[in-house]
């Protein structure tokens, strides 16, 4: 079996003696560990032991792509944009077997976007960038049109697609700034060539994400931490599954953890530190099947390839080289 995980982070409060995380920075990222214990120092250590864990019980290989968020804009940060980027790089290179795979992050209203990006992706290989509209932009802003051309060059130069994963649906603050309907205009103006991943199914707006991706074959969806507000809930993923199976999405469904954040960390009997239950969440995506009454109402069956599939083989599109 081979898992995909396209949506982990890693995190930290310091990066080479200056502070990333300011002290409202620190309460920010406290408040999505939603009464769990937080986990504020997530680094690449901590991720190959989750790693290791998950590919020892499940017998699989697990690959995750990371990033660490550009919060510049709303905090203080110390570090600059190129440090933070170069410690993520650095970070995912400690697994010797290079299952951590960097995405770079940038606020897309830097001035330093466009070099920062050409940076990113020739000299230091990113697997691709995490963009944060929540902190305080819309993604269909005409201002960033020159950033999505530059992504498009750098597909050419690089001869590689350079996925640009965005947080979709509900966040701590700033989700108006993270609703699909605000991806549309880029999605049709640059297609087919920029690969948009519509992080979190998009949720609570997950049909409008869908019916994005349903129109525009560029558009991907990835379901972490898809419906945890609602706790741990099968039947909420099959609704989302059997839709995209209808409307000839499912394809483009892509599994994401939003490590050391956890799929099933809400779950009742989790029993262990949500950073270290990657196992846990696969398990219980591989366990699920369409309930009867969905069936009923006219929803598909899943089958357990296509369950495989969105847990790894759909991400091979955008990730050819690894
Ligand atoms: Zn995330």
Redesign the pocket.
Known sequence: MEIFDV?G?LLTRIIGGKKYMSPEAEKWFRAFFLGTEPVLDAHAEKLIEALDTAEEILGCTYRICVNILDIGNIYNMEVSISELNDWVVNQAGMDSRGRILPYACIDPRRKEALEEIRRCVLDLGVAGFKLYPPTGFYPDDHAFFPFYEEIIKLQQESKRPVPLLF?QGFCISGSKYAQPINMEEVAVRFKPDLKIIM?HAGIPWSDEALSIAALHANVYLDI?LFGDLYGFWPGLHMQLFGKAKRAGVLDRILFGS?WPLCSAWMEADIGAPTWSVLHKTIRALKDMQMPGPLVELGYPEITNDEIDGILGSNARELFPDV
């Open positions: 949506h982070h947080h992080a972490s939003d």
